[in-house]
């Protein structure tokens, strides 16, 4: 089992850049494929991008394509989002997500762990 803890959420205004962190628990991270997904208020919960266990295969979503870049870092158990060229439509909370050696797939039911989510909010 692993447990994630994002951060990294904030007020900034469109055009600007904040970078995601999500922290996991346990010895094992390097096994695990890593999604961000967002909620908005009112909407589903949407992918973002994921990355493969080995970090050798990323995706995106097409609406961030070009402008967030998903990485991780296995030796310190972390997952990084960095998004720039922010717009307000990308307002909602962000959740990191892991998966057993998953497939980095842009469906939430792949993923069996999951944070409590940050608050990205982009101003006009």
């Known amino acids: 089992q692993v447990q994630l803890v994002e951060s990294g959420g904030g007020l900034v205004q469109a055009g600007g850049s904040l970078r995601l962190s999500c922290a996991a628990s346990g010895r094992t991270f390097s096994t695990y494929s890593m999604g961000w997904f967002r909620q908005a208020p009112g909407k589903e919960r949407e992918f973002v991008a994921a990355i493969s266990w080995s970090g050798g295969r990323t995706s995106y979503a097409d609406s961030v394509k070009g402008r967030f870049t998903i990485s991780r870092d296995n030796a310190k158990n972390t997952v990084y989002l960095q998004m720039t060229s922010l717009k307000p439509e990308d307002t909602a909370v962000y959740y990191c997500?892991?998966?057993?050696?998953?497939?980095?797939?842009?469906?939430?039911?792949?993923?069996?762990?999951w944070g409590q989510g940050t608050q990205v909010t982009v101003s006009s």
């Open positions: 997500a892991a998966a057993k050696f998953g497939t980095a797939t842009m469906l939430s039911t792949g993923y069996a762990y």
